[in-house]
């Protein structure tokens, strides 16, 4: 369970460099005329902005847990922004 626990939290910290380049590029989501009344593509933008933040926010909880002993607990904190993953894959097949 320790290392499980190990390769879950170091994937999400690896995956956080990525996820701050989306960040930073999701304004640009905007720029063809009309596109910011598309009510999808906004909740697209924001789950984006917030990826990165859900990211750290469990990362933080996840590895005190981790080091407290509490491996099982740290796994199920780690993997909360798969939820943020899920909604931005549903968002885009809807899209289509």
């Known amino acids: 369970m320790k290392i ?3 390769i879950i939290n170091i994937f999400f910290d690896i995956i956080l ?3 701050l380049g989306m960040a930073i590029m999701s304004p640009m989501m905007f ?3 009309g596109s910011e ?3 999808l593509l906004k909740a697209i933008f924001w789950l984006v902005i917030l990826l990165p933040i859900s990211i750290i926010v469990s990362q933080y909880f996840a590895w005190s ?3 407290g ?5 740290s ?3 780690s993997l909360i922004p798969i939820i ?3 909604a931005i894959i549903i968002i885009l097949l809807i899209k289509k």
């Open 17 to 19: 460099f990525p996820t």
């Open 84 to 86: 943020d993953f899920i």
């Open 65 to 67: 847990k981790y080091s």
């Open 69 to 73: 002993g509490n491996y099982l607990l």
């Open 4 to 6: 499980i626990a190990l």
């Open 31 to 33: 720029d063809a005329p």
């Open 75 to 77: 796994i199920k904190i």
């Open 37 to 39: 009344k598309d009510q």
